[in-house]
Nanobody, 124 residues
Framework: QVQLVESGGGLVQAGGSLRLSCAASGPTFSNYVMGWFRQAPGKEREFVAGISRSIRVTNYANSVKGRFTVSRDNAKNTVYLQMNSLKPEDTAVYFC?????????????????WGQGTQVTVSS
């Protein structure tokens, strides 16, 4: 089992940047596909970005393509989400998730482990 802890959220003005981190426990981090999801008040949780175990494959929601970059450091058991050109509509709680099986999938039910989330607020 893997435990996930997100950090790096906060309040930022529109156009600004934040980098989220997700630290994973356990020696087998490189065996997991990692994903980032977000949930805004009153809305369903949605896929943001994901990265394969080998780092060769990434996937992004259309709403964040060109602005967000997902990366991982398997030696540090950490996955990152670099968020640039932030917009007020990016305001949400951001979660990282781990998936045991192959495939950078976009459905939250495909992921097995979840962090507690970190709040990102973008002011206009």
């Amino acid at each position: 089992q893997v435990q996930l802890v997100e950090s790096g959220g906060g309040l930022v003005q529109a156009g600004g940047s934040l980098r989220l981190s997700c630290a994973a426990s356990g020696p087998t981090f490189s065996n997991y596909v990692m994903g980032w999801f977000r949930q805004a008040p009153g809305k369903e949780r949605e896929f943001v970005a994901g990265i394969s175990r080998s780092i060769r494959v990434t996937n992004y929601a259309n709403s964040v393509k060109g602005r967000f970059t997902v990366s991982r450091d398997n030696a540090k058991n950490t996955v990152y989400l670099q968020m640039n050109s932030l917009k007020p509509e990016d305001t949400a709680v951001y979660f990282c998730a781990a998936r045991r099986s192959l495939g950078v999938l976009t459905k939250d039910f495909a992921y097995d482990y979840w962090g507690q989330g970190t709040q990102v607020t973008v002011s206009s």
